[in-house]
Every structure is written in structure tokens, then in C-alpha cells.
């Protein structure tokens, strides 16, 4: 058996080769148009200036909006660097729709910061309870002098 060939991808051009459609793109995310729109939308930003500070060319860039995976992984973060936009969040969406939640990564500062933070709050929770149990111990003496008290005066 031969590997299924995808409907589509290939049609027929006038000089009798073949050109290279794309696929519509899977789970009504296209996101080369999600780039282009956001680079559009955005006053401070152009095609020019965006593939600039991507190294790469204009053209490069602007036949990236036609596709609707934009590019590699890698692609996507050089662009989200260097736009300050997070552009990973648009798949996340479409995982967080098929309940599939996306796993928290920390930096080394931030666990450092994490792992301070929750040190303090253990410290804190003993102090509270340590507190608790004086609290606890005052209550009862007062009680039993209470009661001691009351039966005095009956």
C-alpha cells in the first residue's frame, strides 16, 4: 500500500507543472494571517521594521503571512521577541477548547522566587499556628476560671 496523498495539495499549472496549494488550516487557525493582522494593527510596527529585527527579508516574512503555520516553532518565537507579543498564546487557546491545559514553565528566577516565597509561608503558617495553640490553651484556663468562678458564687 502506498502513502495516501493529500487532496489538494498539488494543482496542475498552464506550463504543465504542478504548484503547491495549501491546505486550509487546521482548526480555523491561520496564523500567518494572525501575524500579518496583528503587524497591520499595530501603528508602530510594518512588514519592514518586524522583518528587520528578525534578520530576515521582507519578502521572507511576507510570504510567511500566506501559510497558515507562519513558519517553524522557532520562527514564531524570534517573531514574538521581537514584536513583545505573545503569539503562542493563539494555539493555547485551541488546546485550552479541547481541555488540554498547558504546563506552567518556570524560569530559574522565578522558582527561586516560588521556592522563597512558599519558605516564608511555611514559616508564617507556624508562627499562626503556634499562635493558635497559646490562643487555645488561654481559652481553656479562662473557661475552667470561669467555671471555677461561677460555682463559687451559687
Request: charged share 30%.
Amino acid at each position: 500500500m502506498g502513502r495516501k496523498k493529500k487532496e489538494n495539495s498539488t494543482v496542475p499549472t498552464s506550463t504543465g507543472g504542478e504548484k503547491h496549494v495549501h491546505q486550509p488550516p487546521e482548526f480555523g487557525l491561520h496564523m500567518g494571517q494572525v501575524v500579518n493582522k496583528y503587524i497591520v494593527n499595530d501603528k508602530d510596527l510594518s512588514i519592514d521594521k518586524v522583518a528587520k529585527r528578525m534578520f530576515s527579508q521582507k519578502q521572507t516574512l511576507a510570504n510567511k503571512f500566506k501559510v497558515p503555520y507562519f513558519g517553524t516553532v522557532y520562527d514564531l518565537l524570534k517573531l514574538s521577541i521581537a514584536v513583545e507579543h505573545d503569539f503562542f498564546a493563539y494555539p493555547q487557546m485551541i488546546l485550552r477548547t479541547k481541555n488540554i491545559e498547558a504546563n506552567k514553565v518556570y524560569t530559574e528566577g522565578e522558582y527561586e522566587t516560588l521556592r522563597k516565597e512558599n519558605e516564608q509561608l511555611k514559616n508564617l503558617l507556624q508562627l499562626k499556628i503556634e499562635e493558635n495553640e497559646t490562643l487555645r490553651t488561654l481559652n481553656q484556663y479562662f473557661k475552667k476560671d470561669l467555671s471555677q468562678k461561677s460555682e463559687k458564687s451559687s
